[in-house]
């Protein structure tokens, strides 16, 4: 039988050495047979393989001594200590995970709190899609930085930051309406797309720039369904939907829908494509059938925008921020520029940043510690 390395073994006992009958000598014990060694062997033996024993020695009765057994204590021992370190390194992995969501948390400036000493213009940043997510891209983290701004009075105006290809109608809406509702001027900075419901909410600022290939626009509502009941029935699925109203049903995609449930979702999507039209009617100062007119579900560029109405001129971020301290009554160009960021929402950027570090410091973890003990010390985070 082969060993686990593939050398050949000897299970046989070593004899007791042959005495001659006519001139008894005792011979020299035989040196026991070494395994064939391969590059493999030697590092797996090396590494593996326990303690070498003496060679097998006959014993004054003339029987082999019994070779030793193995111990695996030493194999328990190094898995029960590799199993620590695992351990201790998922532990230490867990822990700053939660050390960077707890700073990520913080914001721009200050200690969750934007800070400021003179004339300043708050930015806030509308970057993917709108929904309800808490964060700046949503109607609760949206009127949470609003209100910071409208309670500091330093903070003279405001730009958003909008690089959003829409999504949630309701969600839209309601920020539209806290835009609207704003005391103080709104700048809107469009990066390279505004369309849709983002669109709907810059339409209630003051003034939007875009730049010349910005996507702008997609003034419309859409409603998806499907239909997979004829894929279903060749692949022999059956399915029963038991409803409360007929049309319960109607958007699971598993029947195809009737006339009139085609109809209602219809009016449906029309209804909500008013609100839309309206909202950027009144948003913008144009009439109604001049909106309709443009909502074609299509974007358009920022030059195009601005010749039909949806935007005010061709600017950079720069631009933006000048115009918004134009309107907040700041002359010149000495203000501050702070970004506003709702609890829980932020990056590791803004983080470094606050602690006085740059992009190209080596950071310690006896430094960042030593910040989230000054934060606890503080109460910001526990």
């Given at each position: 039988m082969d060993n686990y390395y593939g050398a050949p073994q000897d299970n046989s006992q070593p004899q007791a050495p042959q005495q001659p009958q006519a001139t008894p000598q005792p011979q020299p014990a035989q040196a026991a047979p070494q395994p064939q060694q391969t590059a493999y062997n030697q590092y797996a033996q090396a590494t593996y393989a326990p303690q070498p024993q003496a060679p097998f020695a006959p014993t004054a009765s003339g029987a082999a001594a019994a070779p030793q057994k193995k111990s695996h204590t030493g194999l328990i021992i190094f898995g029960i200590v590799m199993a620590a370190v695992v351990a201790l390194l998922i532990g230490a992995m867990v822990s700053c995970s939660q050390m960077v969501n707890e700073f990520s948390s913080l914001g721009s400036y200050g200690y969750g709190e934007?800070?400021?000493?003179?004339?300043?213009?708050?930015?806030?940043?509308?970057?993917?899609?709108?929904?309800?997510?808490?964060?700046?891209?949503?109607?609760?983290?949206?009127?949470?930085?609003?209100?910071?701004?409208?309670?500091?009075?330093?903070?003279?105006?405001?730009?958003?930051?909008?690089?959003?290809?829409?999504?949630?109608?309701?969600?839209?809406?309601?920020?539209?309406?806290?835009v609207a509702d704003c005391t103080k001027p709104v700048v809107v900075s469009s990066a390279s797309i505004n369309a849709s419901a983002a669109y709907m909410i810059s339409s209630q600022s003051d003034y939007i720039f875009v730049n010349h290939t910005t996507a702008i626009g997609s003034i419309g509502t859409v409603m998806q369904t499907y239909d997979v009941s004829e894929l279903m029935e060749k692949l022999g699925v059956d399915v029963i939907n038991i409803a409360s109203a007929e049309s319960k049903d109607s958007s699971y995609g598993t029947r195809p829908l009737t006339d009139e449930e085609i109809a209602y979702y219809q009016d449906l999507v029309d209804k909500i494509n008013a609100q839309f039209i309206?909202?950027?009617?009144?948003?913008?100062?144009?009439?109604?059938?001049?909106?309709?007119?443009?909502?074609?579900?299509?974007?358009?560029?920022?030059?195009?925008?601005?010749?039909?109405?949806?935007?005010?001129?061709?600017?950079?971020?720069?631009?933006?921020?000048?115009?918004?301290?134009?309107?907040?009554?700041?002359?010149?160009?000495?203000?501050?520029?702070?970004?506003?960021?709702?609890?829980?929402?932020?990056?590791?950027?803004?983080?470094?940043?606050?602690?006085?570090?740059?992009?190209?410091?080596?950071?310690?973890?006896?430094?960042?510690?030593?910040?989230?003990?000054?934060?606890?010390?503080?109460g910001t985070v526990k």
């Open positions: 934007t800070t400021t000493y003179g004339d300043t213009v708050a930015v806030i940043d509308i970057d993917g899609t709108i929904q309800y997510d808490g964060t700046t891209n949503s109607p609760e983290g949206l009127r949470d930085v609003l209100t910071q701004a409208e309670e500091d009075d330093n903070i003279k105006a405001i730009v958003l930051h909008v690089n959003s290809g829409g999504g949630t109608a309701t969600a839209g809406e309601e920020m539209s309406l806290l309206g909202l950027v009617s009144e948003g913008r100062g144009m009439d109604v059938s001049e909106v309709q007119a443009l909502a074609t579900g299509m974007e358009f560029t920022g030059d195009d925008a601005v010749d039909n109405g949806l935007a005010d001129e061709v600017g950079t971020y720069d631009d933006a921020l000048a115009k918004a301290a134009e309107l907040g009554g700041i002359e010149g160009d000495d203000y501050d520029v702070v970004n506003l960021y709702v609890s829980g929402y932020g990056d590791m950027a803004d983080l470094l940043g606050l602690m006085g570090y740059s992009s190209n410091t080596k950071i310690s973890a006896e430094d960042l510690i030593a910040a989230l003990e000054l934060l606890q010390s503080q």
